[in-house]
């Protein structure tokens, strides 16, 4: 079955190639979704999407949207790059011949500007809109707890083993607490002696977890048990503590904006596309018609 959409006739095989195109992604994420219910919503959601497509190119048509010839042979070449010949690539993209490609690529290049255009349109979020964002999210806008903190570690791989790891980097804690410097004994031992050990200020998160269990329990100034990661084994020492604290309304004013603008954004796209399916005229048709 397929449609007409303004008297633009569109067979049922350009639905099944929409399909066919959204199937991967579509059935990933809807595993759980009975088959046949499936597969009727896919051919569903398909046919929107075709339709929204063409009432989209059929809008850039009548405004006499120019199309970007430059942009349609810069997106050409770039897909050429990613397949191995035309005809490949014509497969990848579900279209029967080169010049269809690049007759889709230019209908599409001229949907996007109109989209643009729209989105162009689309007023500014408030002041008092941001504002109320920040205030009422504020744990949203909360730098994490942070240390500074350095290690000696020992890894384990091809050149060292567990035992001669573990042996060397329980020496090195012997020797802090005979009273070693702990840069002293990066230089000496460490596998990472690199500004001295140092790892800089760090978040819960950005190291593996087993280290940041030792790290973040850690009073200032002081020096870990050996402990053990996937990595090997290390002794760690925190230098300085940085609590969780709110970032100030104008740090983050601007990503708030962005936010909301993009919202506001989409939100236009939708209405604009609402309102010229509203407008439409469309029929199921037969291909036999």
């Not at 084994?233 to 708030?256: K, S």
Request: proline residues 2%; negative net charge.
């Amino acid at each position: 079955m397929g449609l007409t959409v303004n008297g633009e006739r569109i067979d049922e095989a350009s639905i099944g190639r929409e399909a066919e195109t959204m199937r991967p992604e579509y059935e990933r994420q809807f595993t759980e979704m009975d088959p046949q219910e499936r597969e009727a919503q896919l051919q569903e959601w398909a046919s929107e999407n075709v339709v929204e497509r063409a009432v989209l190119q059929q809008e850039a048509q009548r405004q006499g949207i120019p199309v970007d010839e430059a942009q349609v042979k810069k997106t050409f070449a770039q897909l050429k790059e990613e397949s191995d010949d035309i005809g490949t690539l014509c497969e990848r993209m579900a279209c029967r011949s080169e010049e269809e490609l690049l007759a889709r690529l230019r209908t599409s290049t001229q949907t996007e500007a109109l989209l643009a255009r729209v989105q162009k349109g689309a007023p500014a979020p408030s002041k008092q809109a941001i504002r109320k964002v920040y205030e009422e999210n504020k744990a949203d806008f909360q730098t994490p707890e942070r240390v500074n903190c350095a290690h000696i570690v020992k890894h384990i791989n091809g050149k060292t083993t567990e035992q001669l790891a573990l042996a060397a980097i329980t020496d090195a804690k012997q020797q802090l607490e005979q009273g070693v410097q702990f840069e002293t004994l990066v230089e000496r031992v460490s596998d990472d002696a690199e500004n001295g050990g140092s790892l800089g200020y760090i978040s819960r998160g950005q190291m593996v977890e087993e280290f940041d269990d030792i790290v973040f329990n850690l009073g200032t100034g002081e020096v870990s048990d050996v402990f053990r990661t996937r990595f090997g084994y290390h002794i760690a020492t925190i230098y300085d503590r940085q609590a969780a604290q709110l970032q100030p309304f104008e740090a983050v004013r601007e990503q708030i904006e962005q936010r909301l603008q993009e919202e506001i954004n989409s939100d236009a796209l939708y209405a604009f596309i609402d309102e010229l399916k509203a407008k439409a005229s469309i029929e199921k048709t037969s291909d036999a018609d």
